[in-house]
């Protein structure tokens, strides 16, 4: 999941036709509900090509992506324009409370991961914009990679946040929902590796699969994962709890209701210690 999937319902048309800068735009800027305003997105995978393919995904890889290969001196210029347009009134008064890597991919694939980190946080604050948070989001596949612990250490004394993504309590449900190669431990025993460095975001994401929500033993096993991780030194500050918003990438997949959501949250909220952030 993106910022893209996240913005305020009642600006979706207009603020997302405007968040894009022409075919191949590597920067969208949305209105959103986790950072409580304007976040500007940085998408390192305009191929659209992703190691996950969670069923629930709402990036359409039917059309291939503008640009093939992610250009960090593009993503530059492009970053400096959108900056200087939203100080210049494009977005009106909204002030930008975060920058955001992610898009339509793993952030956590770059080779040079490091590198964009630091640009990005350079012009950032180049703008004057220090006080926004920077934000990696990931799907952990890649926090082992030596060039995204540098990347992720220069953040940390940035003003940056890590949100890692965690759908599944279970082996089978990771693997129905995920639909990856990557295996489950691997997520798992990164985002723990990753947490005993620095407080982290979960984001997850629930829904109904062929008309059913998880069950909960399938949320309590989730939990369990999630005290696994505090108990053995992992720092969590919130659970980002959500639901699909738009087209999902298998029409069989469906938004929870604010009733399940309500009862996901309950059971998730009587079974770990962690906050937990409803986003309906």
């Given at each position: 999941m993106d910022e893209r999937d996240d913005r305020q319902p009642e600006l979706t048309t207009t603020l997302h036709d405007r968040s894009y800068y022409g075919e191949g735009s590597l920067i969208y800027p949305v209105l959103s509900r986790r950072v409580s305003g304007l976040s500007v997105g940085i998408n390192t995978s305009p191929s659209k090509i992703c190691n996950f393919g969670c069923i629930y995904c709402e990036v359409d890889r039917t059309v291939e992506g503008g640009i093939m290969k992610f250009n960090a001196d593009l993503a530059d210029t492009q970053l400096r324009k959108v900056l200087t347009d939203i100080k210049g009134g494009s977005m009106g008064d909204q002030p930008i409370k975060a920058i955001t890597l992610s898009g339509d991919g793993e952030p956590s694939s770059l080779l040079n991961f490091e590198e964009v980190v630091k640009r990005a946080i350079a012009?950032?604050?180049?703008?004057?914009?220090?006080?926004?948070?920077?934000?990696?989001?990931?799907?952990?596949?890649?926090?082992?990679?030596?060039?995204?612990?540098?990347?992720?250490?220069?953040?940390?004394?940035?003003?940056?946040?890590?949100?890692?993504?965690?759908?599944?309590?279970?082996?089978?449900?990771?693997?129905?929902?995920?639909?990856?190669?990557?295996?489950?431990?691997?997520?798992?025993?990164?985002?723990?590796?990753?947490?005993?460095?620095?407080?982290?975001?979960?984001?997850?994401?629930?829904?109904?699969?062929?008309?059913?929500?998880?069950?909960?033993?399938?949320?309590?096993?989730?939990?369990?994962?999630?005290?696994?991780?505090?108990?053995?030194?992992?720092?969590?500050?919130?659970?980002?709890?959500?639901?699909?918003?738009?087209?999902?990438?298998?029409?069989?997949?469906?938004?929870?209701t604010e009733t399940q959501m309500d009862k996901v949250a309950q059971v998730l909220q009587g079974s770990t210690f962690v906050p937990i952030e409803v986003y309906k």
């Amino acid at each position: 999941m993106d910022e893209r999937d996240d913005r305020q319902p009642e600006l979706t048309t207009t603020l997302h036709d405007r968040s894009y800068y022409g075919e191949g735009s590597l920067i969208y800027p949305v209105l959103s509900r986790r950072v409580s305003g304007l976040s500007v997105g940085i998408n390192t995978s305009p191929s659209k090509i992703c190691n996950f393919g969670c069923i629930y995904c709402e990036v359409d890889r039917t059309v291939e992506g503008g640009i093939m290969k992610f250009n960090a001196d593009l993503a530059d210029t492009q970053l400096r324009k959108v900056l200087t347009d939203i100080k210049g009134g494009s977005m009106g008064d909204q002030p930008i409370k975060a920058i955001t890597l992610s898009g339509d991919g793993e952030p956590s694939s770059l080779l040079n991961f490091e590198e964009v980190v630091k640009r990005a946080i350079a012009i950032r604050d180049e703008f004057g914009l220090s006080d926004a948070k920077f934000v990696v989001i990931s799907n952990a596949s890649g926090l082992h990679r030596d060039t995204v612990k540098k990347g992720l250490r220069f953040m940390d004394e940035h003003n940056g946040e890590l949100w890692a993504k965690l759908d599944a309590g279970t082996e089978d449900y990771y693997k129905r929902i995920a639909q990856t190669r990557v295996p489950f431990n691997k997520v798992l025993t990164n985002i723990l590796t990753t947490a005993k460095e620095r407080p982290i975001k979960i984001q997850s994401c629930f829904m109904n699969v062929h008309g059913e929500m998880p069950g909960e033993d399938e949320l309590k096993a989730y939990a369990d994962r999630v005290n696994h991780i505090i108990e053995n030194g992992g720092q969590i500050s919130a659970i980002q709890l959500y639901t699909v918003s738009r087209p999902p990438a298998e029409s069989y997949v469906t938004a929870l209701t604010e009733t399940q959501m309500d009862k996901v949250a309950q059971v998730l909220q009587g079974s770990t210690f962690v906050p937990i952030e409803v986003y309906k």
